[in-house]
């Protein structure tokens, strides 16, 4: 049987912060043996990482500990963004989960070449040596990082299995495995087992129809059902409530479906990319994404609003896949892009989780990006909120069951 806690601390001293959070999460986890512990940690820990690991193994006794630096951190308690502090400034902040009753296995990955298609395959090699890994939770920094190609490699290696992470932040940046410290590599854990429940908040609401692109180059979206790119953008545009007020503190994207036979299309059919650049001569739009001739693109709207909504519509998603389980545990990889700077309130994003699915064990960082499957498939996503979510042994309670 799983059982999990979590614990989050915030101190100038940060070996003082993660010893009293790993205290409090092995206590409230209560197992008889420790599987794996999660550490996040703001970057002011740097010089003592090494201290870290020692601390986290002497408090916790876990079999596998593994984490990363992070601009910010979070448990089901509170989120801590170093960039807005609150009363807190000039403190370091650390999170801490602690899990037993899972079959787990830690890797690093320290490439020379980047974190590309070569450590993707080293790494997918030792998350399948012991049998294969249901799902992996991956931290890699961003330095070198080239997404795709090492969830390409990933896959080559390991076959099919769940990729969810998301990526070291702050500065300076490093990775924690275990006895080891690094930078440039790529930490994670593999589990073996029933696969957790996932929801991915991408933060934005469908705007205008979806059409399907005729005319395109690499990145660059010429025409979209014979029209040019930028005059279906700008009718999207057009068609929501006040359009000049909420672009004006909006984000415009693209979302590529995942499956164009899926009929209607709705949130969570769509991988969401980056708007980054606009030809008004040829009336053509550039994503960060190659497209092609027959994707179906519909274009995109985030603001706090639109985040709300859709980070709602996932937790639905969650609260049907737990199909009336309570959760044992929870690790949440959130955007440094959202927060109090989107949402302008602290706490936002656990708070909504907690309401939904009720009180349990929640650990994670906000990142520099984050990692999850759409559509049955692995992807790099930004600006989005990953929750990982696994299923206990009993039912939910009322309140997790309630919306």
Request: charged fraction near 15%.
């Amino acid at each position: 049987m799983i059982a999990a806690g979590s614990g989050l601390a915030l101190d100038r001293d940060p070996v003082r912060a993660l010893g009293e959070a790993c205290v409090a999460a092995r206590e409230r986890c209560g197992a008889d043996r420790a599987d794996l512990c999660l550490v996040f940690v703001t970057p002011e820990a740097a010089p003592q990482a090494h201290e870290l690991l020692l601390v986290a193994a002497r408090a916790t006794g876990a079999a596998a500990i593994v984490g990363c630096s992070a601009a910010g951190v979070l448990t089901e308690r509170m989120e801590f963004e170093s960039w807005n502090p609150g009363g807190h400034a000039g403190q370091a902040a650390a999170a801490a989960l602690v899990v037993g009753g899972l079959d787990v296995a830690a890797q690093l990955i320290e490439p020379q070449g980047g974190l590309a298609g070569a450590a993707g395959t080293a790494l997918g090699a030792r998350l399948a040596e012991d049998g294969p890994a249901t799902s992996a939770l991956v931290m890699p920094d961003p330095a070198g990082l080239r997404p795709p190609e090492l969830l390409q490699g990933i896959a080559e290696a390991a076959g099919s299995l769940s990729v969810l992470g998301g990526v070291a932040s702050g500065g300076p940046l490093f990775e924690l495995c275990n006895a080891a410290v690094a930078s440039g590599a790529v930490a994670a854990v593999g589990l073996r087992g029933p696969a957790p429940v996932v929801g991915v908040a991408q933060g934005c609401e469908p705007i205008g129809e979806p059409f399907v692109i005729t005319r395109a180059q690499g990145q660059v979206v010429v025409e979209i059902a014979g029209r040019s790119a930028l005059a279906v953008l700008e009718e999207a545009v057009q068609g929501i409530d006040a359009p000049a007020e909420r672009i004006q503190a909006a984000g415009l994207f693209a979302g590529l479906a995942i499956d164009p036979a899926k009929s209607p299309l709705g949130r969570g059919d769509f991988l969401i990319r980056a708007l980054v650049g606009a030809d008004r001569e040829a009336g053509a739009l550039a994503l960060a994404q190659d497209v092609r001739v027959g994707q179906t693109i519909q274009f995109h709207l985030r603001d706090g609003a639109a985040a709300r909504a859709d980070l709602d519509a996932t937790l639905e998603r969650v609260a049907a896949g737990l199909a009336g389980r309570a959760p044992a545990f929870g690790v949440y990889f959130n955007c440094a892009g959202r927060g109090q700077g989107l949402f302008g309130v602290a706490d936002h994003d656990i708070g909504r989780i907690r309401a939904r699915l009720g009180d349990f064990p929640l650990c994670g960082f906000f990142g520099n990006g984050e990692f999850a499957p759409v559509g049955g498939r692995n992807f790099f996503h930004t600006y989005t909120g990953v929750l990982v979510v696994f299923p206990g042994s009993g039912p939910a309670t009322e309140a997790q069951r309630g919306a």
